[in-house]
């Protein structure tokens, strides 16, 4: 047959697809000895990162996914700010036009979409029969879920430590067991105050985080927004009184997240300590310190006494990444596939630690030695050890759709208030709870 008369005429082929499925459309092909020629390639991927840095991480996967799964795979990965990603979303869906297929979203983002109907695929049943309900740390996996339904799959631990200067603790005569507890911490902070030297680096985060160490939380399981008001109270003025009795110290701009405060403060000594996540010491302790490697510890956070005198957890946690479907996406399957390979790939998984992103919430790659390696930058520290041994005291979030508000309201309309005695913890928890009833809770 003649090179010509293989060929099928690309408009009565276009036609015919439209009453075939493509499996069958390649059988008939295949039996008249036609070649496939002028179909369109498959559209790509549209993956939106919240974060810069993870851009260069997911391009890798993208590539790695081609190499081992699917060599025809295309994505398109755009990177958006964290603030910046519900804007570009609410957009996208509004108007239709261009909109992702893959999200990763901040989790303390995600209880913004809970008050009307989730935009977000429920993965529930496609999480049966793979093990990744197993497989996640559980706290986490509550993350993007609400009731029956899972949203996301989490990415991170987000375990809470305590980040401390190694040189300076030997300097000051500290060692990371006279931190057992929070009572120490105070007491170890006015010996210090004493020499003009605070001891830790402020945030508005510290309150959640604390609070949610203490085993409460912005919002209980029902709707109530401190539900704990005794402890929301007594964290709040912990904090205040850290801050005057010189044992904390508040950044210029009120974060810790802000490289101006590595620049003008931690990296001239001038704080000992700062609490973050895994992510805060992978990522941005080294991004903005690099000047500092060696010279940085991790320990658990001290611990608060209950009221027997017992100590409890030594993390909490705080923010975090999954991975969403958007619920309108036409290309759901490939989407699925590519993300659960990212959550369960071994390399993926420790590309993603050693990497400086963050300690993977999926606990088979737990397994993997380069998980547990001394780390330069943490003083020869086996950073992956401590991470995992603190795995099974992460607490919980509870999800709401005000959490968002709570947690932005808190940290630019009252925090700086409250550290410098310009309102009361109790006047902030009933300011707060009047204005995000407004719109009803």
């Given amino acids: 047959m003649a090179y010509a008369s293989t060929i099928m005429n690309r408009n009565a082929l276009y036609k015919m697809r439209q009453g075939l499925s493509s499996h069958l459309l390649w059988v008939f092909c295949l039996?008249?000895?036609?070649?496939?020629?002028?179909?369109?390639?498959?559209?790509?991927?549209?993956?939106?990162?919240?974060?810069?840095?993870?851009?260069?991480?997911?391009?890798?996967?993208?590539?790695?996914?081609?190499?081992?799964?699917?060599?025809?795979?295309?994505?398109?990965?755009?990177?958006?700010?964290?603030?910046?990603?519900?804007?570009?979303?609410?957009?996208?869906?509004?108007?239709?036009?261009?909109?992702?297929?893959?999200?990763?979203?901040?989790?303390?983002?995600?209880?913004?979409?809970?008050?009307?109907?989730?935009?977000?695929?429920?993965?529930?049943?496609?999480?049966?029969?793979?093990?990744?309900?197993?497989?996640?740390?559980?706290?986490?996996?509550?993350?993007?879920a609400q009731g029956d339904a899972i949203y996301g799959l989490p990415q991170s631990l987000s375990a809470m430590v305590l980040y401390y200067r190694v040189d300076l603790f030997k300097e000051h005569g500290i060692k990371p067991e006279?931190?057992?507890?929070?009572?120490?911490?105070?007491?170890?902070?006015?010996?210090?105050?004493?020499?003009?030297?605070?001891?830790?680096?402020?945030?508005?985060?510290?309150?959640?985080?604390?609070?949610?160490?203490?085993?409460?939380?912005?919002?209980?399981?029902?709707?109530?927004?401190?539900?704990?008001?005794?402890?929301?109270?007594?964290?709040?003025?912990?904090?205040?009184?850290?801050?005057?009795?010189?044992?904390?110290?508040?950044?210029?701009?009120?974060?810790?997240?802000?490289?101006?405060?590595?620049?003008?403060?931690?990296?001239?000594?001038?704080?000992?300590?700062?609490?973050?996540?895994?992510?805060?010491?992978l990522d941005m302790i080294q991004q903005f310190s690099p000047e500092l490697k060696g010279k940085w510890g991790a320990m658990p956070l001290p611990a608060w006494k209950d009221r027997f005198g017992v100590p409890g957890r030594r993390t909490s946690t705080f923010a975090g990444q999954g991975l969403l479907i958007y619920k309108q996406s036409q290309r759901v399957e490939p989407a699925w596939k590519f993300i659960k390979w990212v959550i369960e790939d071994q390399e993926a998984n420790v590309e993603r630690f050693v990497g400086g992103n963050s300690f993977p919430a999926y606990k088979p790659a737990w397994q993997d030695q380069r998980m547990h390696q001394p780390s330069e930058y943490f003083n020869q520290q086996a950073f992956g050890d401590l991470l995992a041994s603190l795995a099974p005291e992460v607490p919980e979030v509870v999800m709401h759709p005000k959490r968002p508000q709570a947690v932005f309201l808190f940290q630019e309309n009252f925090f700086s208030s409250l550290m410098y005695g310009q309102i009361t913890p109790r006047e902030t928890i009933r300011q707060m709870r009047t204005m995000l009833q407004a719109g009803g809770e």
Wanted: glycine content about 8%; overall charge negative; proline content about 6%.
């Fill in 178 to 281: 006279d931190l057992a507890t929070w009572e120490d911490f105070v007491d170890v902070g006015r010996r210090l105050a004493a020499k003009n030297q605070a001891l830790i680096g402020l945030d508005p985060t510290y309150f959640e985080i604390l609070l949610r160490q203490k085993g409460s939380d912005w919002f209980d399981h029902a709707g109530k927004m401190f539900p704990d008001e005794a402890q929301a109270e007594s964290v709040m003025n912990w904090l205040y009184e850290l801050n005057d009795e010189g044992i904390g110290l508040i950044p210029e701009r009120a974060s810790i997240f802000d490289p101006v405060f590595f620049s003008s403060i931690v990296n001239y000594g001038e704080v000992l300590t700062m609490i973050g996540a895994d992510w805060y010491g």
């Fill in 31 to 144: 039996a008249h000895g036609w070649a496939l020629v002028g179909l369109p390639a498959a559209e790509p991927l549209e993956i939106w990162i919240s974060s810069f840095q993870d851009k260069v991480y997911y391009e890798k996967m993208v590539a790695a996914y081609q190499s081992k799964v699917d060599p025809e795979f295309q994505a398109n990965i755009q990177a958006f700010g964290f603030r910046e990603m519900p804007d570009k979303l609410a957009i996208a869906m509004k108007t239709g036009t261009n909109p992702p297929d893959v999200v990763q979203l901040d989790e303390v983002l995600f209880g913004s979409y809970l008050a009307d109907e989730v935009p977000f695929l429920d993965l529930s049943k496609r999480f049966e029969g793979t093990g990744l309900t197993q497989a996640l740390v559980p706290q986490r996996l509550k993350l993007f």
